[in-house]
């Protein structure tokens, strides 16, 4: 992953220059975004001024605009909009051309499929992206619960009760409650949180400088709290939390220096430490634990034996570095995401290449996601578009969701049922909500 040297990486591909100040100078709103530090009345106000804000799947339906932009009263058409996005919009690349290069070597698909339909965009749910190649903050772990960063806050958001409740402020000093060999009972003070992952009732939020905060959402408090390492480039790029064949919780937790590590979180202890070649910006682990993919500062991935950290595959065919990773629940197929705006399908049956290629519109693909069933995969970019195909399509049927804004993460509800989406604007930021889209045409029948 790219050194991350204050704002200059941030302001050039990021929101500053991609948000939607443009449309903005023809609004007069009442509010535009409230500092990190806005008092509880003002952020409520705030919230309540977006909640009239929110579009519904009935109102967009009646033509409302899903992030709620009032086109007819602007200068600009959404078409014109979008025409520019593409045209103007700036991908990250550590070797230059890649996107280009890549372009010519992805599949065709078909648009145009509906595999999850428009809920709800509510825009009192801001999140927010600290390091602009770093896109996992969104965390579902029902339809209806969704977790994620805003600000300084880690807060969880229920699309049922409409109803946001801060489950840890990473700002001031935070240090575990519980007492642990290996914890760092000094704990942290402010924050920066580079990566977030929400699963069986334990949060791990990843930092800047190597910090791991541990907190199980049914106890009080912070559980454990680690550095990973003390060097200059010591970001954590992603958490994956998981249970070992034996039942027990555990977390890998992939790092800028180099290293993969294995927490568990029933001792609470490091068990596994397997270092690279190049920085590891993603892994995640198969569904039955004896692989994991790798990937970061290199074109080619890897393959990993979980027992041991060998590799047992390279995996070839990008053109930059990678930042995503994700397995379908067979265990036999995972997919990679790079900044050569290609997501590739691979199959661990046949790793000389990969089995499908899959093309973004605008960036680098920073986020992948499988549905529990396996029937389909999302894709982000950094910005405007997530991808969704049918796997049982050989990846050929596409849904395309279109929208603007950059995307802080992505993620499936653990059903199947909810997509959400985080979208960080300083105008439009906020959460879309998609549903499964079902055929209960059978139903008729009984009518």
Request: hydrophobic share 30%.
């Amino acid at each position: 992953m790219s050194d991350y040297n204050g704002d200059d990486l941030e302001d050039e591909y990021m929101a500053d220059e991609y948000d939607m100040d443009d449309l903005e100078d023809d609004m007069n709103a009442a509010f535009d975004g409230r500092d990190i530090d806005a008092s509880d009345s003002e952020v409520e106000d705030f919230d309540q001024l977006n909640k009239a804000a929110d579009t519904s799947a009935a109102q967009a339906r009646n033509g409302k605009d899903i992030q709620g932009i009032p086109w007819d009263s602007l200068t600009l058409t959404r078409k014109d909009y979008r025409k520019t996005r593409l045209e103007q919009y700036k991908n990250y690349e550590n070797i230059p051309n890649s996107g280009d290069e890549s372009a010519k070597k992805c599949m065709n698909t078909e648009k145009g499929s509906s595999f999850y339909e428009f809920r709800r965009n509510s825009r009192s749910v801001r999140s927010t992206i600290l390091h602009f190649q770093l896109r996992n903050l969104v965390w579902a772990t029902s339809k209806h619960d969704v977790y994620l960063l805003s600000n300084y806050s880690i807060s969880h958001w229920s699309s049922l009760t409409g109803c946001r409740s801060e489950i840890l402020n990473v700002k001031g000093h935070v240090a575990p409650s519980e007492k642990h060999p290996e914890s760092l009972l000094e704990g942290f003070t402010e924050t920066q949180v580079s990566t977030l992952a929400v699963k069986e009732r334990l949060l791990v939020a990843g930092g800047f400088q190597g910090e791991l905060i541990c907190k199980h959402l049914d106890r009080p408090g912070v559980s454990f709290c680690s550095r990973t390492t003390y060097t200059e480039n010591a970001i954590t790029n992603a958490v994956d939390i998981y249970r070992n064949s034996s039942g027990a919780l555990h977390f890998m937790a992939s790092n800028n220096d180099c290293g993969v590590r294995d927490f568990d979180m029933e001792r609470y202890k490091l068990v596994q430490l397997f270092r690279y070649l190049w920085p590891v910006n993603h892994s995640s682990l198969s569904p039955d634990g004896k692989l994991v993919a790798v990937v970061g500062d290199d074109p080619d991935g890897l393959l990993v034996d979980t027992s041991n950290g060998q590799t047992i595959g390279t995996l070839k065919g990008h053109l930059d570095y990678s930042f995503a990773s994700a397995w379908h629940p067979n265990g036999v197929t995972f997919a990679t995401g790079n900044q050569d705006k290609t997501c590739r399908i691979w199959d661990t049956r046949k790793l000389s290449e990969s089995v499908a290629v899959l093309k973004g519109n605008l960036g680098a693909v920073r986020s992948i996601r499988f549905t529990s069933d396996g029937r389909y995969v999302a894709m982000a970019e950094p910005a405007d578009f997530v991808h969704i195909y049918d796997t049982k399509s050989g990846y050929k049927k596409e849904q395309e969701i279109d929208f603007f804004g950059e995307i802080s993460g992505i993620s499936f509800s653990p059903d199947t049922e909810s997509l959400f989406i985080g979208v960080w604007d300083r105008t439009y930021g906020s959460l879309l909500e998609y549903g499964r889209t079902r055929d209960y045409t059978y139903l008729d029948s009984l009518l």
